[in-house]
């Protein structure tokens, strides 16, 4: 797996690395699994070495579900 979700007190940490192949839906159901209680920020990328065109739009896509719910979303500690 290239990614992983895990919560850190009040704070949901989002770590990606590239190649992606295909994960992006498991990262988007592992996101929404840990929605609740609703985090107070979540760390996230905003961009990742090594990304494809796909998969930069896909952290796009995931950018704004995630500002869609609106969860401040913070640069990686």
């Not at 949901?12 to 498991?26: E, F, K, N, R």
Request: hydrophobic fraction near 45%; charge should be negative; proline fraction near 10%.
């Amino acid at each position: 797996m290239t990614w992983s979700v895990e919560r850190v007190g009040s704070a949901l940490h989002v770590s990606i690395a590239m190649p992606m192949q295909g994960t992006w839906d498991g990262l988007l159901e592992e996101i929404q699994a840990n929605l609740k209680p609703k985090p107070l920020a979540i760390h996230i990328p905003s961009k990742v070495p090594g990304a494809s065109k796909e998969d930069e739009e896909m952290l796009r896509v995931v950018w704004d579900s995630l500002a869609a719910v609106g969860i401040p979303l913070l640069p990686p500690v």
